[in-house]
């Protein structure tokens, strides 16, 4: 049936309306929903209607302000048995030292004596001959291995020491150097009237001049290859000039000493890593840097009145005797014992 023109209109006119009733509804809900909202109070069970909220007095809120500053206060780590303040500064220190016939024969109690070691001790270890032969296997060019003991034993009890928290000393001759000196003559003393010739000493071996910068920079290559290995510290032995008047040296010897001890501290020396020399003969005196010095053949009663004779900022930390005494005279500076007195005693 078809619609009248009247009945059309008409409904026309009732959607309108309908829509503008719909309009103006979905307005109304969507005031009244944010009107509600201020009533509404989220707790852990859910959502609650309290229209007395609005009514409450909220009080007065508190100025916020920045928290106070705190004091700088010292790092620590904990190594799993004792609490150990973090600092770069040399200490005193106290242990013992390995050497090469230590080495040879009694490598499974020196590693026994190591894992029982307390947290903190100094273990030094004869690392190279002066004949120049290394114990561990170096990388440096023209190096070569001592044929009396097996250098991956000596580069895993060096790894082993390494990773405890123990202090660890390299200790290497430095101006006494068979090997170096024949592949490097130039870089020798030579003897008096000898055309050039190297001297010899009763080892059968040559020592190197201190003012020969290819000595330093193997010295310097040396002491960082020692650094990489986990070594805190390298002492270097026989860094002196040999006690005869047969070398050929124009120069003033204790001021040559001297200079290349400063000279090694200033090039391998860090903040981790010490650079340390043996005193003897024309040696070194008290170096400025990361150094220390170490003395062998002190009596006890002479203990006092040797390291006077140097002059570290800090003679507990900056004098180390070497000694197989256990007279407490020794114990106002570092001292360092065979590690077999360790393993006997």
């Known amino acids: 049936m078809e619609l009248t023109y009247r009945t059309r209109r008409n409904l026309r006119r009732i959607g309108i309306i309908a829509l503008v009733v719909?309009?103006?509804?979905?307005?109304?809900?969507?005031?009244?929903?944010?009107?509600?909202?201020?009533?509404?109070?989220?707790?852990?069970?859910?959502?609650?209607?309290d229209f007395g909220l609005?009514?409450?007095?909220?009080?007065?809120?508190?100025?916020?302000?920045?928290?106070?500053?705190?004091?700088?206060?010292?790092?620590?780590?904990?190594?799993?048995?004792?609490?150990?303040?973090?600092d770069i500064s040399l200490r005193q220190i106290g242990g013992?030292?390995?050497?090469?016939?230590?080495?040879?024969?009694?490598m499974d109690t020196i590693r026994a004596t190591i894992d029982a070691l307390p947290v903190g001790t100094a273990v030094m270890m004869e690392v190279k001959s002066i004949r120049g032969s290394y114990y561990y296997t170096s990388n440096i060019e023209g190096t070569y291995a001592s044929s009396g003991i097996e250098q991956t034993d000596v580069d895993a009890l060096i790894a082993d020491i390494a990773a405890?928290?123990?202090?660890?000393?390299?200790s290497v001759p430095a101006f006494r150097d068979?090997?170096?000196?024949?592949?490097?003559?130039?870089?020798?003393?030579?003897?008096?009237?000898?055309?050039g010739a190297l001297w010899v000493?009763?080892?059968?071996?040559?020592?190197?001049?201190?003012?020969?910068?290819?000595?330093?920079?193997?010295?310097?290559?040396?002491?960082?290859?020692?650094k990489n290995l986990g070594f805190d510290e390298v002492v270097f032995t026989d860094f002196c000039f040999p006690d005869t008047s047969e070398i050929v040296f124009s120069g003033n010897k204790v001021t040559a000493i001297q200079a290349a001890a400063s000279q090694l501290v200033a090039e391998a020396a860090t903040d981790r890593f010490a650079v340390s020399f043996l005193a003897t003969g024309?040696?070194?005196?008290?170096?400025?840097?990361?150094?220390?010095?170490?003395?062998?053949?002190?009596?006890?009663?002479d203990a006092a009145g040797a390291a006077g004779a140097y002059t570290p900022e800090d003679p507990a930390a900056g004098i180390v005797f070497l000694t197989d005494s256990f007279d407490t005279r020794y114990e106002a500076f570092g001292v360092l014992r065979p590690m077999d007195s360790a393993i006997t005693g």
């Not at 309009?23 to 109070?41: A, F, N």
């Open 54 to 86: 609005a009514d409450r007095d909220p009080g007065e809120g508190q100025l916020a302000v920045p928290p106070e500053e705190s004091e700088t206060v010292s790092i620590y780590y904990n190594d799993g048995s004792e609490l150990e303040n973090v």
């Open 22 to 49: 719909a309009l103006v509804s979905t307005v109304i809900w969507g005031c009244w929903l944010v009107w509600l909202h201020r009533y509404i109070v989220y707790t852990r069970d859910g959502a609650v209607i």
């Open 96 to 106: 013992y030292y390995i050497t090469f016939e230590m080495l040879q024969n009694d």
């Open 178 to 195: 068979r090997n170096f000196g024949a592949e490097n003559v130039g870089a020798g003393l030579p003897f008096v009237g000898g055309n």
């Open 282 to 301: 024309s040696t070194v005196k008290t170096v400025a840097g990361r150094s220390r010095l170490y003395l062998t053949g002190v009596e006890a009663s």
């Open 164 to 170: 405890r928290n123990l202090y660890f000393i390299a």
């Open 201 to 226: 000493d009763s080892s059968n071996c040559y020592w190197l001049d201190p003012t020969s910068d290819k000595v330093i920079e193997y010295l310097t290559t040396l002491s960082k290859e020692l």
